[in-house]
């Protein structure tokens, strides 16, 4: 049932959000970096995967700690009785008299109700022990589930970068062939005063003939990272691509601030945030109670129990009601091997968990020193192709001048402008490589910010 309202909680917030989708803006909604990252979260499918898993694995932790707490059955049976003995009443009565024998002719339907309840006691030590192992198991798939969602977040967070990216190399495509077109009608003006020649022509045609073939890449790579994008929202096969568009997160992303007061390094930090590592040593911790579990198993069984029973439709002599109880142990003193072998294998699962652990820490310490200094030549790349930018729009202008002057050659001014091209792609691609850097390091530390 819990399940249930859940499921139906998350279509109906997804459906309010494709409604508030279809109601904004005349039927195209724009969607900030938040609130895209939240309708991920309710709707992509993969995490829909991870969340039932958790759930599951939770429920399942929930029924192994049902086995600590005592088993109450309730029964009935109804049987056809067909009996011609003799009845000894001083079975009943205390007496073990022969006297007190009499005929018993019984042919009817009889049965009885009845409730027994029992409980394990030393069986308690290894069950309870499954039942932590269940438990942290759980928390594990709980970690899992943190993990999945920041990894959506971060793979998000690059769609909609690569979005912008893409329209940002548009423009400046863009930019270019209006820049190039009317350079194109001069040439041609001066082509027909004989002040140029027909090459000076044909190379502004080329010039401006590659700048239409970089805005439709641009176009097509926009077309590409907004589809993917709208794949991750869970929003693919549902709405039109043109019914949904996106805020530019740039300035948002910019303000995040990597974690400086860290003691113990970046590594150290990571350690104690990713969720990935709390998976990893809950698993541990699940692996060592499994194998304590398999070795307390190997320990008799003993239980109590009691028993009621409600006798119907039997004759007058046979008591109506009677109380049993018991205590029960047993002990496999020979199972051929199999509990030692299932304590043996749990001990080994354990030794593969520690090894599991200790790589995952590894691995975390590596990311962070790789993503850190990913970010910090990005920072670099971006200070560089500022400084570019402002040396190539100077040559251009310069260039364009001296042609005039009639010191430069159209192929000189080309240049130029291949070159300011360059520059202004190179800015936009170093800027949006910083911010993805960015975010990987972050999402690498763990840091809430990613």
Same mark, same amino acid.
């Given at each position: 049932m819990k399940r249930s309202l859940g499921v $139906? +909680?998350? @279509?109906?917030?997804?459906?309010? /959000?494709?409604?508030? &989708?279809?109601? *904004?803006?005349? =039927?195209?909604? !724009?969607?900030?970096?938040?609130?895209?990252?939240?309708?991920?979260?309710?709707?992509?499918?993969? $995490? +829909?995967? @991870?969340?039932?898993?958790?759930? /599951?694995?939770?429920? &399942?932790?929930? *029924?192994?700690? =049902?086995?600590? !707490?005592?088993?109450?059955?309730v029964g009935t049976t109804y049987d056809y009785v067909q009996a011609n003995e003799g009845l000894d009443l001083g079975a009943f009565g205390g007496s073990s008299s022969s006297s007190s024998s009499m005929p018993l002719h019984l042919s009817a339907w009889a049965g009885d109700f009845n409730v027994t309840l029992a409980q394990p006691l030393l069986g308690l030590v290894h069950i309870g022990q499954d039942f932590a192992a269940a438990d942290k198991a759980a928390a594990a798939s709980d970690a899992d589930l943190h993990a999945?969602?920041?990894?959506?977040?971060?793979?998000v967070e690059a769609g909609f970068l690569s979005l912008f990216e893409a329209r940002a190399e548009k423009d400046i495509a863009l930019a270019s062939h209006d820049q190039l077109t009317?350079?194109?009608?001069?040439?041609?003006?001066?082509?027909?005063?004989?002040?140029?020649?027909?090459?000076?022509?044909?190379?502004?045609?080329?010039?401006?003939a590659n700048a239409d073939q970089q805005q439709i890449q641009a176009q097509v790579d926009e077309d590409n990272s907004k589809d993917q994008l709208l794949g991750l929202l869970g929003l693919a096969g549902r709405v039109d691509r043109d019914q949904v568009d996106f805020l530019d997160p740039t300035d948002e992303?910019?303000?995040?601030?990597?974690p400086t007061d860290v003691p113990d390094g970046q590594e150290k930090f990571a350690e104690s945030h990713r969720p990935e590592m709390f998976s990893a040593q809950l698993q541990t911790d699940a692996a060592w109670h499994r194998k304590q579990a398999r070795t307390f198993s190997l320990l008799p069984e003993v239980n109590v129990s009691?028993?009621?029973?409600?006798?119907?439709n039997t004759p007058e002599a046979l008591p109506r009601d009677i109380n049993l109880f018991g205590l029960s142990a047993s002990?496999?003193?020979?199972?051929?091997?199999?509990?030692?072998y299932q304590a043996h294998a749990a001990g080994e699962q354990l030794?593969?968990?520690?090894?599991?652990?200790?790589?995952?820490r590894e691995q975390i310490d590596v990311e962070v020193r790789t993503r850190l200094a990913q970010e910090r030549a990005a920072a670099n790349a971006v200070h560089v192709a500022s400084d570019a930018i402002s040396q190539a729009e100077?040559?251009?202008?310069?260039?364009?001048?001296?042609?005039?002057?009639?010191?430069?050659?159209?192929t000189d001014l080309l240049d130029a402008q291949a070159a300011l091209t360059q520059a202004r792609q190179n800015l936009v691609r170093s800027k949006y490589e910083e911010l993805r850097a960015r975010s990987a390091l972050l999402k690498a530390l763990g840091s809430e910010q990613s």
């Open positions: $139906l +909680l998350t @279509a109906w917030l997804s459906g309010a /959000a494709l409604a508030s &989708a279809q109601e *904004s803006a005349g =039927g195209r909604k !724009l969607y900030d970096l938040n609130e895209a990252v939240e309708l991920a979260m309710h709707q992509n499918p993969r $995490l +829909l995967v @991870a969340r039932h898993q958790s759930s /599951a694995n939770r429920d &399942a932790a929930s *029924s192994t700690r =049902g086995h600590l !707490l005592p088993l109450v059955k999945s969602e920041a990894e959506l977040r971060a793979q009317d350079q194109l009608r001069v040439v041609q003006a001066e082509f027909k005063d004989g002040t140029r020649t027909k090459v000076d022509v044909l190379r502004f045609q080329v010039a401006a992303l910019l303000k995040r601030s990597l009691y028993s009621y029973y409600r006798l119907l002990w496999n003193v020979w199972d051929w091997g199999v509990n030692y030794g593969a968990a520690e090894a599991n652990r200790e790589s995952v100077e040559a251009f202008r310069v260039t364009a001048a001296t042609v005039q002057a009639g010191a430069a050659t159209t």
